[in-house]
């Protein structure tokens, strides 16, 4: 997770509500619930 959180401040300049996060790789959603918990504030 550390390459994708140091990736993820280059989207630091747009609005929270532009930014989307769709999980299509493991179809649970699990992955986007971790995503979450690590990364609150770009998640919420």
């Keep these: 997770m ?3 959180k140091s ?3 280059v ?3 747009l609005p929270q509500g532009q930014l ?3 999980d299509v ?3 649970t ?4 619930k ?3 918990a690590t990364l609150p ?3 919420s």
């Design 2 to 4: 550390s390459p994708l």
């Design 7 to 9: 990736q993820l401040i």
């Design 11 to 13: 989207f630091d300049h």
């Design 20 to 22: 989307r996060v769709i």
């Design 25 to 27: 790789a493991c179809g």
């Design 29 to 32: 959603g699990q992955r986007l």
């Design 34 to 36: 971790f995503m979450r």
């Design 41 to 43: 504030k770009v998640m």
